[in-house]
């Protein structure tokens, strides 16, 4: 049976201590997982996703358990278990991705892993060698994804990690996401409610900075979420049913 992997309690967290964008904030995160947080924009999730990144400073917690032991967000336990792929992420410009793959591995005390079958997977094969800087956004995303799933953490967080990905890549991502319980837990945000229901097993719905419903197993549904987030027509619903027609025209014949 799995056991639990981070507990977090009552976290807050602010830009200005008079205006918190997180408060009260407790998330249990079990081993082998893949947990989907989403929310309106200015709910909090990147927030939330830097502070768990050592990125965000301004912030308390009652409470913060790796394995049930205590730890803090940039204590090296927990820096060395987690990886974090950004919504945008314009560092390491000047290495080529093979480059960073290679340094990161180094960071982390991982032994080189061949990373052969994901640069196939997200069709990368033609800009392995080329300057992060020189690459298209969505290429750059492939880049540190692939990293990311080449380096296997025990908590791999993604920050609106479909944003950039063309259609192909996406579908492999998806399958990368919900193949990675193999290997740990995922905590990922995003607005998209199709990257939510096809490979969550829970899903977090943040308002104002908590969580105001959760969703487990069958419950796991684009009506129910959308109830949840109040949203009926807007972006979130005109994402959802752009992603089936997608769907739909590519699995008919």
């Given amino acids: 049976m799995n056991g639990k992997l981070l507990t977090i309690k009552n976290l807050s967290a602010w830009y200005r201590r008079e205006h918190t964008v997180l408060e009260d904030f407790s998330i249990e995160l079990q081993e082998h997982e893949v947990v989907g947080l989403i929310g309106l924009n200015g ?38 278990c987690r990886y974090t792929v950004f919504a945008e992420d314009h560092s390491f410009q000047y290495f080529t991705f093979r480059e960073y793959l290679a340094y990161v591995l180094a960071a982390y005390g991982r032994e080189q892993r061949d990373a052969e079958a994901l640069i196939r997977g997200f069709h990368f094969e033609n800009d392995t060698d080329v300057l992060l800087k020189d690459l298209s956004t969505g290429n750059q995303k492939k880049a540190f994804l692939i990293t990311a799933f080449a380096l296997r953490p025990k908590l791999l967080l993604l920050d609106e990690p479909v944003n950039g990905l ?42 104002d900075g908590r969580i105001c419903r959760s969703f487990a197993g069958e419950q796991i549904n684009a009506e129910g ?29």
């Fill in 43 to 80: 709910a909090g999730k990147t927030t939330f996703i830097k502070t768990l990144s050592g990125l965000h400073e301004t912030f308390s917690a009652e409470e913060i358990r790796l394995y049930d032991r205590p730890v803090q967000f940039r204590d090296q336990a927990f820096k060395t």
């Fill in 166 to 207: 063309d259609f192909q890549s996406t579908e492999y991502l998806y399958e990368l996401i919900t193949g990675y319980k193999e290997y740990g837990t995922v905590l990922f945000s995003s607005h998209i409610l199709e990257s939510i229901t096809l490979t969550s097993d829970r899903v977090l719905v943040l308002e």
């Fill in 225 to 253: 979420i959308r109830a949840a987030l109040h949203v009926e027509t807007g972006q979130e619903k005109l994402t959802w049913e752009n992603e089936q027609v997608k769907r739909q025209d590519r699995d008919d014949p």
